[in-house]
């Protein structure tokens, strides 16, 4: 059972949304607003909604250091054409604004944002985790949730499923900066999996990574240095040129073999 009162949670132990358009500070405001304007003017009609997500519409966010999370939802399922324009418009406002560093934008169908198999996946990541920044709230159609061994194993059981590419990709890098890329994003997957794994038994939500690192700790007390290791290296990649191989012999296949046997693999996805 969660507890009713844990962090992240309201009096019925549901999650609360996090972010909210008002804690966005002044440093970022420029660039939110011109991700609303030009969402809206790359897909026009087909646009049903965009939002934030991440440290900028929670009001933590770092000039110089964070970057822009932004999820662009279509009435209909998006073309590759779409996920190319998405690309360039997250590469633009990157090159554009120094105050982030990079920019990420996510373009889904509203068809499958609704869909029943990712109702506890992206599902919930909507309703939970992003912020409304323009168009009907996608939220508003979906249900509450609670931290409970289906969100878990929905949200981040596919990491077995996803190993063997990620250590493709990292012995394929072959430029100090897509090393530092490949490090930061995939010392955040790993954390946040970790974290995820406890969550039901913590019974709260949290964002942020060092946080994450802790509370997995508690429970697991033997890899707690190594999650905390990687937390460090998802804020600051290139602090850890080495870590990344590290992680991925031995943190992350005992955090897919554990994933497995607590919580039990993500649904496959068509």
């Avoid at 008002?22 to 939110?32: E, L, Q």
């Avoid at 077995?160 to 394929?172: D, I, Y």
Wanted: charged content about 25%; proline content about 8%.
């Amino acid at each position: 059972m969660t507890d009713s009162t844990g962090p992240g949670l309201d009096q019925d132990g549901c999650f609360l949304r996090e972010g909210a358009l008002s804690r966005i500070t002044d440093a970022f405001a420029p660039v939110v607003a011109a991700a609303r304007e030009r969402s809206a003017a790359r897909f026009g009609d087909r646009l049903h909604s965009a939002y934030l997500y991440g440290s900028i519409p929670r009001g933590t966010a770092v000039p110089g250091v964070s970057d822009l999370d932004l999820l662009l939802a279509l009435h209909t399922p998006p073309t590759p054409d779409d996920h190319a324009t998405a690309d360039a418009l997250g590469a633009e406002l990157d090159a554009e604004f120094p105050q982030i560093d990079g920019a990420g934008v996510l373009v889904e169908g509203v068809p499958r944002l609704l869909s029943e198999v990712e109702r506890y996946d992206l599902g919930w990541f909507v309703a939970c985790l992003c912020t409304p920044l323009t168009g009907p709230d996608l939220g508003e159609r979906l249900p509450r949730y609670r931290p409970t061994t289906l969100l878990a194993r929905e949200t981040n059981g596919d990491l077995f499923r996803l190993l063997p590419g990620m250590r493709e990709r990292a012995a394929a890098a072959r430029t100090e900066a897509e090393r530092r890329r490949l490090t930061r994003g995939m010392s955040r997957h790993l954390v946040r999996t970790g974290f995820t794994l406890v969550m039901p038994r913590w019974g709260g939500w949290t964002s942020d990574l060092t946080e994450m690192a802790e509370v997995f700790g508690r429970y697991y007390p033997a890899r707690a240095e190594q999650m905390r290791a990687a937390a460090r290296a998802a804020h600051a990649p290139a602090d850890h040129p080495a870590l990344l191989d590290t992680l991925l012999a031995d943190l992350a296949p005992w955090l897919a073999d554990e994933y497995l046997a607590v919580h039990g693999p993500k649904a496959p996805r068509p």
